[in-house]
């Protein structure tokens, strides 16, 4: 008798569900079996759509610590250059000749907090959106620096400057309308069985291997002449070190939300591997700006080192296999449209190139040729005066800036 009074009801509230019974047909029983399956499902749709707002939340959250990140880190170049400056019409003795006078300039140390609170936001980014978002978004800070030093330290943005910063950003809005959504670790032992996947065992063994043969095999042999060396050390050290501050990141939300973190044992490996890591890319990335040119440095180490970092956190965290055709052809489009832009800012910074004179160089070549007389081109007639200006000791070389993350640390 239970039985078929439980499949009545069931057909009942079928028949309820798909509109072809009218509530006062059901019987009392059925109604308060109707109420619980309907509370069930509305708890179940609930949760749901918490656990998505939660994600969009900490995606936006973590999107604006990047930002501001940027904004802080591109400042601090700024305030520590200023506070240079005032040193040198003071004669005092400057940074690069071995003094440290800076020590007592307010501006220096304005701009050594700045960087503080950048990198501070950076780590804490990492905790709440994905690398693959975060990671390029670190380009912005050379934008902004570029941007304020042309307000505040009176150096000139050309046309290629200006050109590079809105591909910048143009490339940064697409990676993150585009970005992927990575896979929700909300523990140390979720993070700890993802860091014992054999695709990741095995990537992270390969960075090591290649890391230890470029430091002490090619890197005596070929490391003075060739920049690639110190620059792929740094960067396939730095994926690592984005992992353990992504691992660091869900520690310290741990330690927050009341738990005992610092009683698993990964939290202290975490910890000695990005200290390790981190160590390693400032000792080999400040070889390769005090041997070749900052201007090919940064976008280099940028490129190498955000590329490492897309490969490591697409197999750690498989950001990309829920992503569709049109995302991925987005990042990466988004991606390298920064890189672009970060090439045209820094390869052609020295150019003295606006609207204006590529105006009145046009002309000058157009009258030439319908004169019938050979002219140099735009960027000869550049060259030469690059030249000249630098045989007439006029010429003021940009700030040296490096990140760790971005490939900019301030260079005193």
């Known amino acids: 008798m239970e039985d078929q009074e439980y499949q009545h009801t069931t057909r009942a509230i079928e028949k ?28 179940s749709t609930s949760a749901l759509n918490m656990g998505q707002d939660r994600g969009k939340y900490d995606f936006y959250i973590g ?39 800076y020590l007592k300039e307010w501006l220096w140390w304005a701009g050594l907090l700045s960087m503080g609170v950048g990198e501070a936001a950076n780590f804490a980014a990492y905790a709440f959106a994905p690398a693959t978002l975060v990671t390029p978004l670190g ?41 992927p959504q990575e896979e929700e670790v909300e523990h140390l032992e979720e993070m700890s069985s993802k860091l014992l996947d054999p695709g990741f065992l095995v990537f992270a063994t390969l960075v090591v291997i290649v890391a230890l043969i470029l430091i002490f095999i090619v890197g005596p042999r070929h490391g003075q002449t060739n920049i690639l060396v110190y620059i792929t050390i740094c960067s396939v050290i730095g994926a690592l070190s984005v992992s353990c501050v992504k691992g660091l990141g869900i520690t310290i939300k741990g ?25 390693t890319q400032i ?32 197999i750690l965290f498989k950001e990309w296999q829920h992503m ?27 150019v003295n190139l606006t609207l204006a004179n590529l105006h009145v160089s046009v002309r000058k070549d157009e009258r030439a040729a319908a004169n019938g007389v050979a002219s140099h081109s735009t960027y000869e007639m550049f060259e030469n005066e690059i030249t000249n200006q630098t045989q007439d000791g006029s010429f003021d070389l940009h700030s040296d800036n490096v990140s760790r993350r971005n490939g900019t640390v301030a260079v005193l």
């Not at 080999?284 to 490969?311: C, E, G, Q, R």
Request: with cysteine; glycine share 8%.
């Open 16 to 43: 309820h569900s798909e509109g072809l019974l009218s509530p006062p047909c059901l019987s009392p029983t059925q109604k308060l079996f109707c109420r619980i399956i309907n509370v069930t499902d509305s708890n």
């Open 63 to 101: 999107l604006t610590l990047a930002i501001s990140s940027s904004i802080f880190i591109g400042g601090s170049f700024i305030l520590k250059k200023k506070g240079l400056l005032r040193l040198a019409k003071k004669g005092s003795m400057r940074a690069g000749q071995g003094g440290h006078a």
């Open 139 to 179: 380009a912005l800070s050379v934008l902004v620096s570029a941007i304020l030093s042309s307000y505040f330290l009176t150096e000139r943005l050309n046309l290629h400057g200006k050109i590079g910063c809105l591909l910048s950003v143009l490339g940064s809005t697409v990676m993150v309308i585009h970005a």
């Open 255 to 279: 330690l927050f939300a009341g738990e005992h973190v610092f009683r698993h044992p990964l939290s202290w490996i975490l910890i000695v591997s990005l200290i390790t890591c981190v160590s």
């Open 283 to 314: 000792n080999y990335l400040n070889k390769a700006l005090d041997i070749f040119n900052t201007s090919l440095v940064t976008p280099i180490y940028y490129v190498f080192f955000t590329t490492s970092v897309l490969s490591c956190s697409a």
């Open 324 to 350: 569709g055709t049109d995302d991925i052809i987005g990042t990466f489009s988004g991606f390298l449209t920064i890189i672009v832009g970060i090439f045209l800012l820094h390869a052609f910074k020295d």
